[in-house]
C-alpha cells in the first residue's frame, strides 16, 4: 500500500519506471529495439593484385585487399549472415584522370571484383558506387572542367558506370556523388539495359562532413583532393535542405535511402524513416569508426560496449541497418549470444 507520508510516493504515486529495469529478463522482455546480424552491410576496400592484405594506418583494423582476398573477406561475411558487402576500390593511379574515365572500364577494379564475389559467393549482396572520386586525378565526385564539379556530363557518365557495375553482378547501385538527377538517370538506364531487378540505395543526404578523413586515405584521394566538396555536399547546418535532397531521390525512384555520416545525423535518419517509409540506412563512416578504435585503444572507452552501443541508436533512429567497418566484429558478438 503506498505510503501517503513517504515523498518519494506522493512524487511518484504508482509509477516505477524501474519496475521493468528490475532483471535481465524483464529489461530483454520490454526492450524496443534489437540489433541484429541482418542489419549489416560491410564495406571493404580493394586494390589491385594478388595475395594482397595492406593495413590502412588511419583505420586500425581494416585494411585493403586485392580482389582474391576480398573474395575471402566475402565468405567469412555470408558465414557469419552479413546480408551484403559495400565495396570500394583504390585504383592505381596511372588510371586517373580529369573525368574519372576508367570507371567506363568493363573490367576495372570494382566490376572484376563484384564479377569474382558473385561467382565464388552468389548469395551475398554486393552495393556498388558510381560515384568518380576513386577514378579521378582531383579526388572529386565528378568531372572537372575549368575548375567546377559539372554536374550533367557527371551524371551522364556514372549512369553508363551504372549499367556496367550491374553488367558485373551487382545487386545495388549507390551513388554517392551528390549531382543533381543522378538516381532518375541511373533508374533510366539500368530499365533501359534491362537491369530492373537492381536497387538503388540512394546517398540522399551525404553531408559536407569532416568525418570522411581516413576513407580518403583508405581509396587513395587524400593527397589528390583539389578544394573542398561544399559545392555538391550538403551542409552540415542544413536538416531541411537534406530532406528535400531526399525528396527528390525518391520522385526519381530509389529504392533505399542512406544517410552519411551517421551518429552525428540521427535526427535525419528519424526524419527520412518518418517522412518517406522507405528503408533508410545509414553509414557509420570512418571517422567514427576511427574515434572508437583510438578511444578504446587508449583505454578511455570500452570499446566493444560503445561500438555496440553506436549501432543500437542507428536502429533507434529509425535505421533498417547501417554500414559499419565494425560489421564482422560485431557479427561475431551477435552470434556468440
Request: hydrophobic share 45%; net charge negative.
Amino acid at each position: 500500500m503506498t505510503d501517503k507520508t513517504n515523498p518519494v510516493d506522493l512524487i511518484t504515486g504508482h509509477r516505477r519506471m524501474r519496475r521493468n529495469r528490475k532483471a535481465d529478463w524483464t529489461r530483454r522482455l520490454v526492450q524496443e529495439n534489437r540489433l541484429t546480424v541482418d542489419d549489416l552491410i560491410w564495406p571493404i576496400f580493394v586494390v589491385p593484385g594478388t595475395n594482397i592484405v595492406e593495413p590502412i594506418d588511419a583505420m586500425p583494423g581494416v585494411n585493403r585487399m586485392s580482389i582474391d582476398k576480398a573474395v575471402e573477406a566475402a565468405r567469412l561475411a555470408a558465414d557469419l549472415g552479413i546480408p551484403a558487402l559495400a565495396t570500394f576500390p583504390n585504383v592505381d593511379i596511372s588510371l586517373r584522370d580529369d573525368t574519372g574515365s576508367n570507371s567506363l572500364a568493363a573490367n576495372n577494379l570494382i566490376n572484376e571484383t563484384t564479377r569474382a564475389i558473385k561467382k565464388a559467393v552468389p548469395n551475398i549482396g554486393v552495393i556498388t558506387d558510381v560515384a568518380l572520386d576513386p577514378f579521378t586525378s582531383h579526388g572529386h565526385d565528378g568531372i572537372l572542367r575549368d575548375g567546377e564539379i559539372v554536374n550533367d556530363e557527371t551524371v551522364a557518365q556514372i549512369a553508363i558506370a551504372a549499367v556496367m557495375q550491374a553488367d558485373a553482378g551487382a545487386d545495388i547501385i549507390a551513388p554517392s556523388d551528390m549531382m543533381d538527377g543522378r538516381v532518375g538517370a541511373i533508374r533510366w538506364a539500368l530499365d533501359a539495359a534491362g537491369h530492373q531487378n537492381v536497387g538503388i540505395m540512394a546517398y540522399a543526404t551525404k553531408f559536407a562532413s569532416a568525418f570522411y578523413g581516413p576513407y580518403r586515405e583508405a581509396i587513395g584521394t587524400s593527397g589528390l583532393l583539389k578544394g573542398d566538396k561544399k559545392t555538391y555536399y550538403i551542409d552540415p547546418a542544413n536538416g531541411t535542405e537534406a530532406m528535400r535532397d531526399a525528396a527528390l531521390d525518391v520522385e526519381e525512384g530509389a529504392d533505399m535511402l542512406m544517410v552519411k555520416p551517421g551518429l552525428p545525423y540521427l535526427d535525419i535518419c528519424w526524419r527520412m524513416k518518418e517522412s518517406f517509409g522507405l528503408p533508410v540506412f545509414a553509414y557509420q563512416v570512418s571517422g567514427e569508426y576511427s574515434q572508437i578504435k583510438a578511444a578504446a585503444a587508449n583505454g578511455w572507452i570500452d570499446g566493444e560496449r560503445v561500438m555496440l552501443e553506436t549501432l543500437l541508436a542507428f536502429k533507434r533512429a529509425g535505421c533498417d541497418g547501417i554500414l559499419s567497418y565494425f560489421a564482422v566484429d560485431v557479427a561475431r558478438i551477435l552470434a556468440k549470444r
